[in-house]
């Protein structure tokens, strides 16, 4: 079965400064990847995904993830920080198998401080 | 659009109580899911129903039962509350039942239980 770990459960980051949130997965072969943002009392909302290709996936809000297979990592990067990106972020993993289900990492909360 | 639709958004019940939380999706989705949120622990399944009259149980289906009532509501059910069931659910619906599944996920519930 799948796993995911986001290493930070809390980041404060300025505006303006760039903001980076990790996601370590575990599985055997290349997965789904996804990532989620839940902002204070939303349901969740996709900001991008992976599934294959270009390794460099482009989302909604000015997020971007990499996708690098030898560290099994899909970390979330945005270069400029704006205040209304507080929130909570998920990463997410589901596989190319018969599964639905995706596992979801514990979350990390991103705090913009002015 | 509405989306995902689910009722109520906050509810407070006794130890013992029953209760049903409802959703709705408009998206002609197949695929409705149930999690629960809690800290430090991400979304977790309770129960997936892939295809309209089939439903499984999800990582955590303990105390919990599910009907999808037809393509576009999916309930579920508390018969016997207890504190530890206190969480947060969301309700989610996706078109395609598969781990690359993107999902669409309503505001949430927050159930109290004392």
């Known amino acids: 079965a799948q796993s995911v770990t986001q290493p930070d459960i809390h980041i404060t980051v300025s505006e303006g400064a760039s903001l980076e949130l990790r996601c370590n997965y575990s599985?055997?072969?290349?997965?789904?990847l996804f990532w989620y943002v839940q902002s204070p009392g939303q349901g969740l909302q996709l900001l991008l995904k992976y599934f294959s290709g270009d390794t460099l996936v482009q989302g909604i809000k000015g997020f971007e993830a990499e996708f690098k297979r030898s560290q099994s990592s899909f970390n979330l990067r945005k270069p400029s920080v704006h205040w209304s990106d507080a929130a909570e972020y998920f990463c997410a993993v589901g596989t190319p198998t018969n599964d639905y289900k995706l596992s979801f990492g514990a979350g990390t909360t991103v705090t913009v401080r002015a | 659009n509405a989306g995902v639709t689910q009722t109520p958004k906050f509810q407070v019940l006794k130890t013992g109580q029953s209760m049903t939380l409802q959703c709705a999706q408009d998206m002609n989705h197949n695929s409705m899911y149930w999690y629960r949120q809690d800290p430090g622990m991400g979304l977790r399944l309770i129960y997936y129903?892939?295809?309209?009259?089939?439903?499984d149980k999800g990582e955590v289906p303990n105390g919990y039962n599910v009907s999808r009532l037809n393509k576009r509501e999916f309930s579920l059910r508390l018969e016997s509350a207890a504190p530890s069931q206190t969480s947060v659910y969301f309700c989610a619906s996706s078109d395609s039942p598969s781990g690359a599944n993107v999902l669409t996920f309503g505001a949430g519930s927050r159930l109290t239980v004392l």
């Open positions: 599985y055997g072969a290349t997965p789904y």
């Open positions: 129903s892939a295809s309209e009259g089939t439903t």
